[in-house]
Nanobody, 127 residues
């Protein structure tokens, strides 16, 4: 599985960005996709995750009500819509995938559960 994150950039506080994670796989595995972020000098933080069947999502408390994760399996993409951005959202954002051999509503809870990671995309929110 290869993951490609895109959509980062520079935005003013209160603005919006939409990140996309495109997954390519040559297997028939099903993927739960999570978005993580890491700011300079801080630990990596889970932001949002969506189950392989798309029915279950979870968000970090810091982004609830502002970020929305969604998936389009026809396009093999998982998007993270980020609204009302704050300077503290500034970080490198990564997407990651945990593989399953069937569709499930299971949500990976720990970063070590993820099998594949994409490269990061920088999000900078200016005050």
């Amino acid at each position: 599985v290869q993951l490609q994150a895109s959509g980062g950039g520079l935005v003013q506080a209160g603005g919006s960005l939409r990140l996309s994670c495109t997954a390519s796989t040559i297997t028939t595995d099903y993927l739960a996709i999570g978005w993580f972020r890491q700011a300079p000098g801080k630990e990596r933080e889970g932001v949002a995750v969506i189950s392989s069947d798309g029915t279950n999502t979870r968000y970090a408390d810091s982004v609830k009500g502002r970020f929305t994760i969604s998936r389009d399996d026809a396009k093999n993409t998982v998007d993270l819509q980020m609204n009302s951005l704050k300077p503290e959202d500034t970080a490198v954002y990564y997407c990651a995938a945990e593989t399953f051999n069937r569709l499930t509503n299971y949500i990976p809870r720990e970063s070590y559960e993820y099998d594949y990671w994409g490269q990061g995309t920088q999000v900078t929110v200016s005050s």
